[in-house]
């Protein structure tokens, strides 16, 4: 394929009873990790602190994994961290996100087969 060419994308992501874990929430656990704030991640990601709590509590009551734990406010100032599980559960999406973004580019090279376009794009008059 061309350097300029047509690129495979596609998005992935896991699903038990309609709650999603994927490249949302990743990022929102990324942003607990980096700054130890719930408040501060959600804003990163231009959501509310609100929604943000809705979203980690549903996908914790659904799944049955803990992924935060909150320490109030006070003389050592409050903050929010990963659980372990929450830090083996984002390893293995990457893992398996990688193994996926791999197997889709093995594809779209044996189905394309190194043609320049992926199809006949002039325009044809009978």
């Known amino acids: ?3 300029d060419g047509p690129v495979p994308r596609c998005k992935v992501w896991v699903e ?8 949302g929430l990743l990022g929102l656990l990324d942003g607990v990790a ?5 408040a501060r991640a959600a804003a990163e990601m231009g959501m ?15 799944w049955g994994i803990p992924l935060v734990r909150t320490r109030r406010g006070g003389s050592g100032g409050g903050g929010t961290s990963l659980t372990p599980e929450a830090e083996r559960l984002m390893a293995q999406y990457r893992r398996w996100q990688e193994e ?8 779209f090279r044996r189905t394309f087969k190194g043609e320049e376009e992926p199809c006949d794009t002039e325009l044809r008059t009978s």
């Open 1 to 3: 394929m061309a350097a």
């Open 16 to 23: 038990k009873h309609g709650v999603v874990f994927g490249a």
């Open 34 to 38: 980096l700054h130890g704030s719930l």
């Open 48 to 62: 509310s602190y609100r929604a943000a709590w809705g979203r980690l509590r549903r996908f914790e009551s659904v």
């Open 100 to 107: 996926v973004e791999e197997a889709i580019q093995e594809l």
